[in-house]
């Protein structure tokens, strides 16, 4: 999905906050995230990583 969003540059230093404090609290969780993503390569990575970012987004803002 390609969709379109605003998001200011808080914001995302909250998103990045929270992906990383959930990975700290969840390892093994977040692994499993990250397995997925190995078969990524760096031009791709970010496309794939994205959609979990929107949500980590919706869901902090009560949306999700």
Same mark, same amino acid.
Request: glycine fraction near 4%; charge should be negative.
């Given at each position: 999905?390609? =969709?379109?969003? *605003?998001?200011? @540059?808080?914001?995302?230093? &909250?998103?990045?906050? /929270?992906?990383?404090?959930? $990975?700290? =609290?969840?390892? *093994?969780?977040? @692994?499993?995230?990250?397995? &997925?993503?190995?078969? /990524?390569?760096?031009?791709? $990575?970010? =496309? ?9 987004? &919706? ?6």
């Amino acid at each position: 999905m390609d =969709e379109k969003i *605003e998001i200011t @540059q808080e914001q995302l230093a &909250k998103v990045f906050t /929270e992906w990383e404090r959930r $990975y700290r =609290e969840e390892p *093994e969780a977040s @692994q499993s995230e990250a397995e &997925k993503l190995l078969h /990524e390569t760096p031009e791709t $990575y970010g =496309e794939a990583c994205a959609p979990y970012f929107v949500f980590i987004l &919706k869901e902090m803002n009560g949306v999700a």
